[in-house]
């Protein structure tokens, strides 16, 4: 009797160290998913802090709008694939204005809607955003472009086409 008792006090213990163990383990491991979370957006929080751009020039080259953005932040900015850009515009169609609002996305090759940059954006250089519109602008009408970084800040440019 008095062994079949150590027995099944052991063998509780033993299953109680286990499940503590486990436990254990499973916390260490949420905790250490949580730590890293808060220091990758931490991280970001801070990139976007240190991102800024701006518009400069602007020209137009048939259906090319050609934009001089300038990276005023002390971080590179390169992931155009998340970037945005959307251009307002009185496109001429059919030798009528029509205003026209888009999203253009990213490509190495634009076509229509689609645009390009012809460089990594450094800190304090700038880099010529080539967009192609798909029609040509209406003559000395208003336009808005807006690019927003993958960081979230953004540059509006409001003149005429």
Not at 41 to 48: G, K, N, T
Not at 85 to 99: D, E, F, G, P
């Given at each position: 009797m008095?062994?079949s008792?150590?027995i099944?006090?052991s063998?509780?213990?033993f299953?109680?160290?286990?499940t503590?163990?486990?436990?254990?383990?499973?916390?260490t491991?949420?905790v250490?998913t949580?730590?890293?979370s808060e220091s990758?957006r931490?991280?970001?929080y801070l990139?976007?802090?240190n991102?800024?751009i701006?518009?400069g020039s602007?020209?137009?080259?048939?259906?090319d709008?050609?934009?001089?953005?300038?990276?005023?932040?002390?971080?590179?900015?390169?992931?155009?694939?998340?970037?945005?850009?959307?251009?307002?515009y009185?496109?001429n169609?059919?030798?009528?204005?029509t205003l026209l609002v888009?999203?253009?996305?990213?490509?190495n090759s634009?076509?229509?809607?689609q645009?390009?940059?012809s460089?990594?954006?450094?800190?304090d250089?700038?880099?010529e955003?080539?967009?192609v519109?798909?029609y040509?602008p209406?003559?000395n009408?208003p336009?808005?472009?807006v690019i927003?970084t993958?960081?979230?800040?953004?540059?509006?440019?409001?003149g005429?086409?």
């Amino acid at each position: 009797m008095g062994v079949s008792n150590v027995i099944a006090f052991s063998l509780t213990i033993f299953i109680g160290l286990a499940t503590f163990g486990s436990i254990f383990l499973v916390v260490t491991n949420v905790v250490g998913t949580v730590e890293k979370s808060e220091s990758v957006r931490q991280s970001l929080y801070l990139d976007q802090l240190n991102s800024k751009i701006s518009i400069g020039s602007v020209s137009l080259s048939g259906n090319d709008l050609i934009l001089m953005v300038t990276n005023n932040g002390s971080i590179p900015l390169w992931d155009f694939q998340h970037f945005a850009v959307i251009i307002q515009y009185y496109a001429n169609i059919s030798n009528k204005s029509t205003l026209l609002v888009s999203l253009y996305n990213f490509s190495n090759s634009p076509s229509s809607y689609q645009w390009t940059s012809s460089q990594i954006l450094e800190p304090d250089g700038s880099s010529e955003f080539q967009i192609v519109l798909p029609y040509p602008p209406y003559p000395n009408t208003p336009a808005v472009a807006v690019i927003s970084t993958n960081y979230g800040t953004s540059a509006v440019w409001r003149g005429t086409l």
